[in-house]
């Protein structure tokens, strides 16, 4: 099915129509006859597919290894740790007919895999010579969300979850700080998206955490994404699952233990941060295919030359590709913006008499010309790296402007009014405190930052600040 | 926790019992407190990444493009093609509580996804130019099995499912038999199991589908085992599911459609035809590690000798380790035994004095001592592909063994009371015939083989045979 980009409502008219157009237009996913869950189309997928590849390097670096728990979880397992169950009983789905008979005991699909891997570790663990423990799996979860957007919010998803165990709660905070500083880079340097390293409040952090560290990142909307998280458990789970071991000095203890995962999310927050009015635009470190050539004419020193340059790139791990359909060079020069290629060379006949091509970044929409006979690969590649630094620094510049600094209640209101984004403001510690931050618009206390105070009062008290938090209106 | 191999079961005297010794032993596989579902381990998952490793790159060399459908699949929308219903539904498992509220209509977990591609491929085929779609998904499937065993059965388990929509019947066709073909190549060049390739009787064809083409294998125990499918559809589900395109006379057509699969069942086969006594035994190729180095002692000789070895096969994509951990050599030996490492070097202080070292072969056990300053990449090399081509040759000597001729009914009873295997016999085509051959031990036809006739009668009633037929025992 041909797509137009003259589909695409304007970023600036309609964000949110904006957002589910280029999905659509880019065939990066669409809606199912199954409520709230979503099809990952080829393009989409092969995002997905990139990231899976860079992630899972970087994991098995440090020493992680894949495995593969059930899909589903038996009631009582799911109950033994309460506020994990309170955290996500609503939002269960729930098995209650299999094989054509009732089920004794309801099964629930994982919304989260905590369960079953203390489960499994149980079993597994004796003696402080098994620890640590570095596993994490790939695999689709299921949340009952009411309200769901493509890739941002669907009932079911694709993650990674990582669960660690460790004989010392040193080692386990070690992991959850080393997970989140992973997952980071890969915002910042994989998917040019800047991202800001903090830890969640008491309110927000996750149903049964000690702590929770989080990468929280701005949409070009000024709205906020928490885009990755990393967990420390201490021995919450363990305690109620009897995760025990045997330590050095010969005491019976329960490990500690970390969680961490990302989200096909990722793909929307690309979507969200960098694209624009003509479609996709994505990162040249992550976009499936680097390099789209469009020959123009049949002229076989065309048709040669493309060959030749795609030869080329492909043998340099670049991921080029000729589009040779047969349809017209407009058409395909829109299909390769929609959907994101971040180069296109377009070789034509009356260019080549003149020893000319053309390069058309898809960041900028700049058209450069150039000898036929410049180093092809050096070219395309400097072209790539400035395209992927120059997306992360639109991308900064663009989050400092939508970030802002409140020092009371009335600053919150007067920003949100105008144009929502990050807002810095410091915090007493009370719960209170954030519910009443959160009566304006929904605003939530995105993480709790290192970075230095800028004020000694709680801005929506006035007591003493403990503090400096930033804020923000979330997907 | 340490394994012994000596906790395994010897394979002649209880195969069943083996088989899950040797899943245990090796850390491929456990039982969880989910019932007929398994904990698939790092060691079990390693071996299920370098599968999908190589399979997901022929499938791609092909044109074939990942995407990935929901988990759920509703009611209604199953029971759209009749014989998919009837094929499915008795093992489906049914969700029927969402976000702590009764269903309005209950979704079953997809035992196979043709009815959520149809769904799909409905809104995003128009014109014969949309097509083919060659889509493939890597996910989990869920099948509500009495009778489980890890890896060959259990009710949740991973696949791959390729669905591809086609112009023409042609076409389509050529696409089944392409996919039964690479699944042919896969077994025979990188898991060395010899199988054998045929089409699948009325009765034991997939549900909705107008034939099933099989690859079969024959297990050490002479059961054979159904390890990969590939289905031509016709217009079936497309008819059903109102999947049209308007061909190039312009005319309003069903699209012809096929799905093929495979499954973590593999791993089962790979244990069930290489595996001995003392554990685990893999094709070099399927290996996910193929060398472990053991240095013996701690003398800086032993451990330079050792990085240095290590590093040369790295650098040459031979997958090698060295195990420094504080065990026993003799102990170390034995794991690496039993997780089926295709070669060890033994590197030991007393050998170098007088320039040796030891190379072992997981699958023979044969012990050869070498020079040290042999071209260790080479010898290697050829290592590993003599016992990937000795294993497949041991494997097919074997299932020559186990494969036989009947003329008659008691022929078939004579074997099978004897030694189950293939065996080979005249069919009739007649439905009745097949379920009285079944009556003898649940002997199943596994495939209509292309290979010349062997009589000219039906092995059971007499009457003119029609198809040359390989039967046996399944799991």
Same mark, same amino acid.
């Given at each position: 099915?041909?797509?137009? #980009?003259?589909?695409?409502?304007?970023?600036?008219?309609?964000?949110?129509?904006?957002?589910?157009?280029?999905?659509?237009?880019?065939?990066?996913?669409?809606?199912?006859?199954?409520?709230?869950?979503?099809?990952?189309? %080829? #393009?989409?997928?092969?995002?997905?597919?990139?990231?899976?590849?860079?992630?899972?390097?970087?994991?098995?670096?440090?020493?992680?290894?894949?495995?593969?728990?059930?899909?589903?979880?038996?009631?009582?397992?799911?109950?033994?740790?309460?506020?994990?169950?309170?955290?996500?009983? %609503?939002?269960?789905?729930?098995?209650?007919?299999?094989?054509?008979?009732?089920?004794?005991?309801?099964?629930?699909?994982?919304?989260?895999?905590?369960?079953?891997?203390?489960?499994?570790?149980?079993?597994?663990?004796?003696?402080?010579?098994?620890? %640590?423990?570095?596993?994490?799996?790939?695999?689709?979860?299921? /949340?009952?969300?009411?309200?769901?957007?493509?890739?941002?919010?669907?009932?079911?998803?694709?993650? =990674?979850?990582?669960?660690?165990?460790?004989?010392?709660? *040193?080692?386990?905070?070690?992991?959850?700080? =080393?997970?989140?500083? !992973?997952?980071?880079?890969?915002?910042?340097?994989?998917?040019?998206?800047?991202?800001?390293?903090?830890?969640?409040?008491?309110?927000?952090?996750?149903?049964?955490?000690?702590?929770?560290?989080?990468?929280?990142?701005?949409?070009?909307?000024?709205?906020?994404?928490?885009?990755?998280?990393?967990?420390?458990? @201490?021995?919450?789970?363990?305690?109620?699952?009897? +995760?025990?071991?045997?330590?050095?000095?010969?005491?019976? *203890?329960?490990?500690? =233990?970390?969680?961490?995962?990302?989200?096909?999310?990722?793909? @929307?927050?690309?979507?969200? +941060?960098?694209?624009?009015?003509? @479609?996709?635009?994505?990162?040249?470190?992550?976009?499936?295919? =680097?390099?789209?050539?469009?020959?123009?004419?049949?002229?076989?020193?065309?048709?040669?030359?493309?060959?030749?340059? #795609?030869?080329?790139?492909?043998?340099?791990?670049?991921?080029?590709?000729?589009?040779?359909?047969?349809?017209? %060079?407009?058409?395909?020069?829109?299909?390769?913006?929609?959907?994101?290629?971040?180069? /296109?060379?377009?070789?034509?006949?009356?260019?080549?008499?003149?020893?000319?091509?053309?390069?058309?970044?898809?960041?900028?929409?700049?058209?450069?010309?150039?000898?036929?006979?410049?180093?092809?690969?050096?070219?395309?590649?400097?072209?790539?790296?400035?395209?992927?630094?120059?997306?992360?620094?639109?991308?900064?510049?663009?989050? #400092?402007?939508?970030?802002?600094?409140?020092?009371?209640?009335?600053?919150?209101?007067?920003?949100?009014?105008?144009?929502?984004?990050?807002?810095?403001?410091?915090?007493? @510690?009370?719960?209170?405190?954030?519910?009443?931050?959160?009566?304006?618009?929904?605003?939530?206390? /995105?993480?709790?930052?290192?970075?230095?105070?800028?004020?000694?009062?709680? !801005?929506?008290?006035?007591?003493?600040?403990?503090?400096?938090?930033?804020?923000?209106?979330?997907?």
């Amino acid at each position: 099915m041909e797509k137009q #980009n003259n589909k695409i409502t304007s970023r600036n008219i309609d964000f949110a129509k904006w957002y589910t157009d280029v999905v659509r237009a880019a065939n990066l996913a669409d809606y199912t006859s199954v409520k709230g869950c979503i099809a990952i189309e %080829p #393009n989409g997928y092969a995002i997905w597919e990139k990231m899976q590849e860079i992630l899972d390097k970087e994991f098995k670096k440090l020493g992680h290894v894949n495995c593969q728990m059930p899909l589903l979880i038996p009631e009582n397992l799911l109950n033994k740790e309460k506020d994990l169950v309170e955290g996500f009983a %609503p939002e269960v789905a729930w098995v209650t007919i299999g094989g054509q008979k009732e089920l004794e005991e309801k099964l629930c699909i994982r919304p989260t895999s905590e369960t079953l891997f203390c489960d499994y570790y149980k079993n597994h663990v004796k003696s402080h010579r098994d620890l %640590p423990k570095l596993y994490n799996q790939w695999c689709n979860v299921l /949340r009952w969300e009411k309200e769901t957007r493509p890739f941002l919010r669907s009932r079911e998803f694709l993650w =990674q979850e990582g669960h660690t165990i460790h004989a010392t709660a *040193e080692e386990a905070k070690k992991e959850t700080d =080393q997970m989140l500083e !992973v997952y980071y880079n890969f915002f910042n340097d994989v998917l040019a998206i800047p991202s800001i390293k903090g830890r969640k409040t008491e309110k927000e952090k996750f149903a049964g955490a000690e702590y929770t560290l989080t990468n929280e990142a701005l949409m070009y909307n000024g709205v906020a994404l928490q885009s990755s998280t990393s967990h420390y458990f @201490g021995q919450k789970f363990s305690s109620a699952y009897d +995760v025990k071991f045997t330590s050095i000095e010969n005491k019976e *203890e329960y490990v500690y =233990q970390t969680s961490w995962g990302t989200t096909t999310r990722m793909i @929307g927050a690309l979507i969200m +941060v960098h694209s624009d009015d003509y @479609g996709l635009v994505l990162p040249p470190r992550i976009a499936p295919k =680097q390099v789209v050539i469009v020959p123009i004419g049949n002229n076989d020193e065309v048709i040669n030359l493309s060959n030749k340059i #795609n030869k080329e790139l492909l043998e340099n791990n670049i991921t080029s590709y000729i589009d040779n359909t047969d349809k017209s %060079p407009g058409f395909k020069f829109a299909e390769a913006e929609v959907n994101g290629i971040p180069v /296109r060379i377009e070789i034509g006949a009356r260019d080549l008499e003149q020893n000319k091509i053309t390069f058309a970044r898809r960041d900028t929409r700049e058209k450069m010309i150039e000898n036929k006979d410049i180093n092809i690969v050096d070219y395309v590649s400097n072209l790539l790296e400035t395209i992927q630094k120059d997306m992360y620094e639109r991308a900064l510049k663009r989050r #400092n402007e939508l970030t802002f600094e409140a020092h009371n209640m009335s600053d919150i209101e007067n920003i949100l009014n105008t144009q929502p984004g990050f807002i810095h403001a410091m915090w007493c @510690g009370d719960e209170a405190c954030e519910l009443k931050i959160k009566e304006i618009k929904g605003c939530k206390s /995105r993480c709790i930052t290192e970075e230095p105070p800028i004020d000694t009062k709680c !801005v929506c008290c006035g007591k003493e600040a403990k503090h400096h938090v930033i804020w923000g209106i979330q997907y």
